[in-house]
């Protein structure tokens, strides 16, 4: 009687915490837009979801019968120096004062990113909350305060959604920045969890991979493929997931997006013929789900793949989502960057980046970091 009363209270008490942050998980398509993700050649109508262009399996290591196992062992178990020691080193920048003219990338930890380009401000994937999760325990920024809020980013020209995960998109970030956006470009799917935050339906531009829209005289954004998945909370894939070419007069840039190594890098470059810098997800990788992130190595792969003059690596420096250690990302990548011909730009968190060709420095900041344990 009084497990079960026990058992009922845990129950009432995960439901009111399901209520109360009802908002934050969004909403799946239905209606027009699901009628039109049917139509797409990227999702399985028998089985009701998106699907990968080659096979991809979640968990690559673990059989079916030790899958939650596995689970259990990664969200529980000893993580390996998870956080820095320190705080990371971090410029806090006056967006407003940069010449919106100048073409300029500023990271602003994890997948996160600032963006100049053909005269328009870009933002990707944007994160101001101190945590990557429906709760707020839970994958919590490892910075310490984080010095940037919604009040420091001007308005928005074009906000560029990579999937529907908790960490690039993030409610009250978006909530704040829906009357301060004037276009969003999203894979299929994803702006029905837009619409219902709050945004205006007429400036969301849905697309499958492949799509192009053009949001200026000289700026288009071709949404691309991605090896990943999707999903907010059980029900998994019923949006799709993509990286973005944004293309002005004189420019290219990449944003891999979350994904796993693929032939469509390959297919990218071929199509584009080299980008002048290539935003490249390098953190929260493990072997167990290699399908759908990168290792470091296959950063450096996928770089050479879409013919990348300049890379920068995101998807690391704010939080802790996988179990290598928090500096693993950036050591092992300059390490397999060998004599490619890329330049790596290791930038810290709101240094600014310039595209004009101006000469710049980056240095191994993570060293003087520490190890910590």
Request: charged share 25%; aromatic share 10%; hydrophobic share 40%.
């Amino acid at each position: 009687m009084v497990k079960g009363l026990v058992q009922l209270m845990a129950l009432a008490g995960i439901v009111a915490c399901l209520s109360a942050c009802a908002p934050r998980f969004g909403k799946l398509p239905d209606g027009p837009r699901l009628e039109r993700i049917k139509r797409s050649p990227n999702y399985d109508r028998e089985v009701g979801q998106f699907k990968n262009l080659e096979p991809t399996t979640m968990l690559t290591s673990a059989k079916k019968g030790n899958r939650f196992f596995t689970i259990l062992k990664f969200l529980f178990g000893t993580m390996e120096r998870p956080k820095p020691p320190a705080e990371l080193p971090m410029a806090k920048i006056d967006f407003r004062g940069l010449d919106r003219n100048v073409d300029l990338v500023v990271w602003l930890g994890h997948s996160s990113c600032y963006l100049q380009l053909g005269g328009q401000r870009i933002l990707i994937d944007p994160v101001f909350s101190d945590s990557a999760a429906p709760f707020a325990r839970f994958n919590r920024d490892f910075n310490g305060p984080y010095p940037y809020s919604i009040d420091d980013v001007p308005d928005v020209d074009i906000l560029l959604i990579t999937h529907d995960h908790w960490d690039h998109l993030d409610y009250p970030t978006l909530r704040a920045l829906r009357q301060r956006v004037k276009a969003v470009v999203c894979p299929l799917g994803v702006g029905s969890h837009l619409e219902y935050w709050g945004f205006d339906p007429a400036i969301i531009h849905e697309g499958d991979w492949h799509d192009t829209f053009r949001l200026a005289t000289d700026v288009t954004v071709h949404v691309l493929p991605a090896r990943h998945f999707s999903g907010r909370w059980l029900s998994r894939n019923k949006t799709l997931w993509a990286s973005f070419m944004i293309e002005t007069a004189g420019r290219r840039v990449f944003c891999s997006g979350d994904s796993g190594y693929g032939s469509h890098f390959a297919e990218i470059g071929e199509r584009f013929g080299g980008v002048d810098l290539a935003l490249m997800e390098n953190g929260q990788y493990n072997m167990r789900w290699r399908h759908s992130h990168l290792l470091p190595e296959e950063t450096v792969r996928a770089a050479v793949d879409v013919k990348a003059r300049a890379v920068l690596p995101i998807h690391t420096g704010r939080f802790s989502l996988s179990d290598h250690p928090w500096d693993d990302p950036y050591v092992k990548l300059t390490a397999a960057c060998g004599d490619n011909a890329f330049g790596l730009l290791t930038s810290t968190i709101g240094q600014v980046v310039y595209l004009d060709g101006r000469e710049q420095h980056f240095t191994p900041w993570w060293e003087s970091v520490g190890s910590g344990e």
